[in-house]
């Protein structure tokens, strides 16, 4: 927005700088509006000390699953109801199910506001899911759609003060990454997950360039189902390759953050709606605790806190 | 478009109806066009004889991978280059990678018409891999775009004569699916892909409800990494649990494909560019035959042949 403060005598000389227009009050024109929206925006993320988006190239690499233990590992962590997940994947929201608030609904609040709904640790969630009847309901909508619902998740929900706001994107580089780019210039930055096949390899390039041309700060790479422990016999598997991910980011320059092993209890964890982080004695937790600790340092670094 | 045929002695008249256009041959309007692009889509459409899309509601459940292994299966099986790939995955494109056709690139035909790649037994493939310089570069591209480049997928590829087209959409129900189910109108159904873990189960239903409310007929559900075997061991082990797909399928009164249990094999063989189901001795190329032989059913119990 330009620093042009045009007093408008009437609609017809309306640029849009409704906060310095003298009719205001009674104007009912379609910019007005989207002015409040904008301002409401604003006011919701100036409450938000930290917003970091969750991104992948391609889809099953367990975005879902790295976000859901970010916010928990994060609200452990000092910051009890202080944590927020924007589930911003319209068509398949996993973030609920994976914070074991399946089958929740959104509460109305005033003034057309709604009430995130909160789990364990006061991590206070919005999603798609909380307006759906069913699971079998799907969100059949092209991009302008989306852009609006991840924009009213931003602006209509009742976030108030939050330390940590983490976004779960779906994959891929079409509108929801870049209306989230659009709508919170802010962004700390992104995570980048991927697993170890080639071919998620390929795909999470596309990702890193992504965040590069659109200008939003890479706070590293994570790579997930990296290698398996038999549990019967002990033995070692890389049922999906492993090592990928570090390749990738020493070959884009990009931080690496870690990697976290196939292991079927976050399977088990994920499917009852409780992070794996919260069992601090299994591989998987001691891995993801040292990514928790990079992105610290990561955000202590860039903005101080 | 209807049978009402105008014929227009002036732009002004215009309804659209070029084929009974008295001014179509001077005429420079943008729905002229158009009309041109629609009767090339139909053209090429016409020469196809079975279409069939493969979707998820969640990604990574291997839909690439079904996709790339039923082209394969086919072509086996008597319709050597009769086989072609549209690869709608437009952030994602991962089919030329598992057909082992990276680093292809497209040939322009006369009258900007594109020749499809070839790999192994003349399936033909168009993605959007073809077109891109390199891994890295994105495409970050709306909801428009990405329908404009599967349409010229379709009417300006030199498909010619096919048996059948698979068509591998990326997950969720926005932009491409909509896009793909509203350009070809005689898809003869879509397979749907999921895996074993209950957030995808729950997503699957999404896939499962959207192809009915759009009217796309359902061939079947498909499980895909439904159990492992360790090959030190001999253990089974259930990393994604198993058997949720048929559960699904019976629930929401859809057929079931079969379930394709995990084998590094697969991941291996994905990687080198060579569908499993070349390796006609391993579980997963069995259980995958068996899905192959319930869509042929499914086929000839709908449209014949």
Redesign the interface.
């Known amino acids: 927005m330009t620093n042009i403060t045009k007093q408008a005598d009437s609609q017809d000389q309306c640029e849009g700088e409704c906060d310095s227009c003298k009719i205001t009050e009674d104007c009912n024109d379609q910019r007005k509006k989207q002015f409040e929206e904008q301002q409401r925006l604003k006011l919701q993320l100036g409450r938000i000390k930290h917003k970091i988006a969750i991104i992948s190239?391609?889809?099953?690499?367990g975005k879902?699953t790295v976000t859901s233990n970010l916010a928990m590992a994060f609200a452990m962590q000092g910051h009890k109801n202080k944590v927020g997940v924007l589930d911003a994947d319209?068509?398949?929201p996993?973030i609920p199910?994976?914070l074991g608030l399946?089958g929740k609904m959104f509460v109305g609040g005033p003034g057309g506001l709604l009430f995130p709904v909160t789990g364990k640790l006061g991590i206070k969630v919005a999603s798609m899911d909380f307006l759906l009847p069913n699971?079998?309901?799907?969100?059949?909508?092209?991009?302008?759609l989306?852009m609006r619902a991840i924009q009213q998740f931003i602006s209509d929900v009742t976030w108030g003060e939050l330390d940590y706001l983490f976004i779960d994107l779906?994959?891929?580089?079409?509108?929801e990454p870049?209306s989230v780019a659009q709508l919170i210039p802010d962004l700390d930055g992104v995570v980048i997950v991927t697993?170890p096949?080639?071919?998620?390899q390929?795909?999470v390039?596309?990702?890193?360039?992504?965040a590069k041309?659109?200008g939003v700060p890479i706070i590293g790479i994570v790579e997930n189902m990296s290698g398996?422990i038999?549990?019967?016999?002990g033995?070692h598997?890389?049922?999906?390759?492993t090592g990928g991910g570090k390749k990738i980011a020493e070959d884009?320059s990009v931080p690496y953050l870690g990697s976290i092993p196939?292991d079927?209890n976050v399977?088990?964890d994920?499917?009852n709606g409780v992070p794996f982080i919260t069992e601090k004695e299994t591989s998987a937790s001691k891995a993801f605790q040292e990514i928790v600790e990079k992105i610290i340092e990561f955000l202590a670094l860039h903005n101080g806190n």
């Open positions: 190239g391609k889809g099953g690499v879902s319209i068509h398949g996993c199910k994976m399946k699971d079998e309901a799907p969100v059949i909508w092209r991009g302008p989306k779906p994959p891929g580089t079409g509108d870049l697993m096949s080639e071919v998620s390929a795909v390039k596309k990702a890193v360039t992504f041309q659109i398996f038999c549990p019967d016999c033995a598997l890389n049922i999906f390759k884009l196939i079927p399977c088990n994920s499917d």
